[in-house]
Each structure stands twice: as C-alpha cells, then as structure tokens.
C-alpha cells in the first residue's frame, strides 16, 4: 500500500510539474494580437482591454499561472474560442468518438500480440515462425498513415467492404439497435486495424523475446530435466514470468490508445482528442490546446500508474527495492 500511494504522490506532483511547463510554454509562444485571433479586428482597443480583462489577461504572469491553477485544480480548464463553450466539454464530447476506436485497437494489439508471441517462441526456428517474424517486422515498420491509407484504398474503394470514413452512415438515426451496432462495428474496424497494427507487431515481438529468454533460464532446463511435461513448463512455469515484463508495455502504449491519435482520426475523420488537438493549435486556441495537452499528460501519467501497480501486484521484488 505505502508502494502505491508513493507512487500517487509522486503522479501528483508530476501533474502539476506538467502543468506549470505547459502554462509558461503557451506565453513564451510568439505574440500574436488577441484581436486579429479572436475577435473581430475592428474593434476598439478599450473593448478589447475589457475582453482581456475578463479572461484576466491584463494581470501579470504570476497572477494569471496562479489563478490558472486554482481553476485546474477544481476541473475548470478554461474556455474555447473557436468552440465557444468549456475545454473540459470540448474535451468530453471528443472523448467518446477516441474510446470507440481506441478500446478495439487495445484489445487487437495486446491481444492478437501476446498469442503471436507465444506462438513464435513456441515454434521457434520453423518456417511459420520466421515467416510471422518477418511480417512482424514489416507491419512494426509500415508508417501509420500510409498502412490507413492503403486500407482505405483496398478495403473501401476497391472491395467495398467497410466504409472509409466516419463512425456512422447517414441514416444512422433511422437504424434499429442492431442494424446500429453493424454499423458502428463496420466503421471501425479500418480505423482500429490502423491504430492497434504497429504495437501489436511491437508486442508480439517483445513476448516472443522475454518467452525465448525465460525459456532459457536455469530453472526451466532444471524441470526438463526432471522429466516434467512440456506443456506444464511452457504455460505454468515460463509463460506467467514471461509476461511480465509485458505489463510495462501497458504504460507506454495506453496514451496511443486513449489519448486520441492525430494521423488515423485525420485519416478516417473520426472528430476525436486527436482532431481536436490539431484544431486547437492551427485556430491557435491556446486554452484549448492547454487543456488537451494536460489531458494527455494525465493519459501518461495513468497509464504509467497503472502498469507500476500491477507491477508491484505481479512481482512482490518491485514493492522491496
């Protein structure tokens, strides 16, 4: 328990050393006139001081961070401009279209990795294991919005088997429950096969090496040895050891997932966190762009959390050290 809530601690700080970088990066920004951004250019200068005081611009740096703070602190990330309504609700309303396609694309990578990779230990050396090694190595490789793109072509275009954009059709709304979900599944799908290929070729990659070194390990020759049955020392005694190390995979790979990705929600339309945030810095929208950006971080930090935990829960040695 103290392991855990060092680590709490720890992530707090961390969110507000984030926090204090993002703040002071936006003001360092060249300075671009607030009028010619936000408002119409021809109003007068007393109106736009008036406007800037009720954002609370004119009061100094100091003051603006620490008051930014407080409002951080109690969830108020501030206000759009080009949305017109709170970042936290602009944060919100992309979250859903980002899980819809991220939550698929986490299943497929650790998924479809993991059983890769016990497959290629298992069968080192044969011919479907290096043919598997060398498409994984193919797939980790491919640029994420050329695989998009090529899909799309292939799939959508030239097959007419999933739609290429978007996460509903048109009559979406005239649709029964399960006419619905058909839908939803079929506009997902390119997406989440972008999205989930390079980690699940990173992961299958990474399990096939730590199955291949525990399998290597003294103990395990020691229960050859012995006469114990195969399978029993491959999924009892290497492969829970083996998967470990997996689990800090976790950390690194739950921002992908959840924190919106630029290239596939660009790629397929989809107006997730990815979309936003490109959106958010082309309209320079800083409160915006603030907002997302801590969210993300706060993506990391979870995620990091996460995976440290079940850590600590899997390997007793981690909450020792």
Not at 14 to 20: D, H, M, P, R
Not at 37 to 52: A, C, F, G, T, W
Not at 91 to 109: E, K, Q, R, W
Request: with cysteine; charged share 15%.
């Amino acid at each position: 328990m103290s392991f855990i809530l060092k680590r709490l601690i720890n992530s707090i700080f961390l969110s507000v050393g984030i926090a204090t970088i993002v703040f002071f990066l936006i003001r360092l920004l060249p300075d671009v006139s607030f009028s010619d951004i936000y408002l119409n250019p021809r109003l007068s200068e007393d109106v736009i001081q008036r406007i800037k005081a009720s954002y609370g611009l004119d009061k100094p740096i100091l003051i603006q961070f620490l008051n930014w703070l407080k409002e951080i602190i109690t969830g108020n990330f501030g206000f759009s401009f080009i949305y017109r309504k709170p970042v936290i609700d602009c944060i919100i309303d992309s979250l859903a279209p980002t899980l819809i396609i991220g939550i698929p694309a986490f299943i497929f990578s650790f998924g479809v990795g993991i059983l890769i990779g016990i497959h290629s230990a298992k069968n080192q050396g044969k011919l479907t294991e290096r043919i598997a090694h060398s498409l994984l190595l193919i797939l980790y490789s491919l640029p994420t919005f050329w695989l998009g793109i090529i899909l799309i072509l292939l799939f959508s275009y030239t097959l007419g088997l999933f739609p290429p954009s978007g996460l509903h059709s048109l009559n979406f709304n005239e649709m029964s429950l399960i006419e619905k979900i058909f839908d939803t599944i079929l506009h997902i799908f390119l997406p989440a096969i972008t999205l989930g290929t390079a980690p699940m070729a990173a992961i299958a990659r990474f399990t096939r090496n730590t199955m291949l070194k525990v399998l290597s390990q003294t103990y395990i020759k020691t229960a050859k040895a012995k006469g114990l049955d195969e399978r029993i020392i491959f999924y009892r005694h290497a492969l829970p050891n083996a998967l470990l190390p997996v689990v800090t995979l976790l950390g690194l790979y739950l921002p992908i997932f959840f924190a919106g990705s630029v290239v596939v929600e660009e790629i397929f339309s989809i107006p997730g966190i990815g979309k936003l945030t490109v959106d958010s810095i082309f309209q320079r929208d800083y409160p915006l762009t603030v907002g997302v950006t801590l969210f993300v971080s706060f993506i990391v930090i979870v995620g990091n959390l996460i995976s440290d935990i079940l850590y600590s829960i899997l390997d007793p040695r981690i909450r020792l050290k």
